[in-house]
């Protein structure tokens, strides 16, 4: 006995088609410079990056469906790019991380250059390349956080859930990325000339 | 509110995480504590610095074009 065959879904009108792309344009691909921005961030690539922004659009609008309309568009098309990202890309381009990130403890910068240059005017000085870079360093888990948070400006809540992780873990990751970068660019401040700084200092 | 645990909710007000009260109680602090305003007005000019440097480049236009054709085709 043959089984039944299961039933074709009817193809979709040419009209459906159609709404279906114009409704797609208008509330995925506006998110387009935030997907490639944190994309770019993640492999540390241009050529990587555009690679996983356009496979996760196309999978988004194969699974377009499936958003809730109305819900945040951009928190879904960013879970859809990380899940790509660590199951093709992580491997080949970045390796995972092997130090205990919650062992760094950086220091405080603002205590650090409250007597000098107590309104960080010399982080004025630091270009976009430098700070890039700066993100680029971070471990893994910092620099996602940093960029979901201060570079896109999502809440807590939405970076805890494209992160799935506890809203906790963002605040205090958040606290240590943000210390640590911040050390990093007052370190490079400091070798740029652009504050003397605490140099011999015990830190 | 005394200067550490207005040190400690630091970030969560710079990012509007803090229920109104809690933010009043950091914000009367602030107005009558200038170290603690010093060190707030510092961390939140290094949050507006750093989302200015970094989101001045977005997707090459390329891009976006390579993506629309790819849908065209679906």
């Known amino acids: 006995m043959t089984p039944p065959t299961p039933p074709v879904p009817p193809a979709p009108s040419p009209a459906a088609e159609a709404d279906k792309r114009a409704s797609f344009e208008r509330e995925a691909l506006v998110h387009l410079d935030s997907l490639y921005r944190v994309a770019l961030r993640l492999t540390g690539s241009p050529a990587d990056a555009d690679d996983l922004v356009q496979e996760t659009m196309l999978k988004a609008y194969r699974a377009w469906h499936q958003f809730e309309r109305g819900t945040n568009a951009k928190g879904w098309l960013l879970t859809i790019l990380r899940h790509a990202f660590i199951n093709e890309y992580r491997r080949r381009t970045r390796h995972p991380e092997t130090v205990d990130i919650d062992a760094i403890e950086p220091f405080s910068v603002f205590e650090e250059v409250q007597d000098e240059d107590p309104q960080g005017t010399f982080f004025e000085r630091i270009v976009d390349d430098e700070v890039l870079r700066a993100i680029d360093q971070l471990p893994e888990q910092f620099r996602e956080t940093v960029v979901l948070s201060d570079v896109e400006g999502m809440s807590y809540e939405e970076v805890a859930r494209v992160l799935e992780v506890p809203v906790g873990t963002v605040k205090s990751r958040l606290f240590r990325a943000r210390r640590l970068l911040q050390q990093k660019l007052y370190d490079y401040a400091v070798g740029m000339g652009y504050i003397k700084g605490n140099a011999g200092n015990a830190r | ?74």
């Open chain 2, 1 to 74: 509110m005394n200067c550490r645990e207005c040190t400690e909710h630091l970030y969560e007000y710079l990012d509007r995480e803090l229920t109104p009260q809690v933010e009043l109680e950091i914000r009367d602090h602030l107005a009558t504590c200038p170290p603690c305003g010093d060190h707030f007005d510092f961390e939140k000019l290094f949050l507006d610095f750093l989302r200015a440097r970094c989101r001045a480049r977005g997707a090459p236009p390329e891009l976006k074009r390579r993506i629309l054709d790819e849908l065209l085709d679906e």
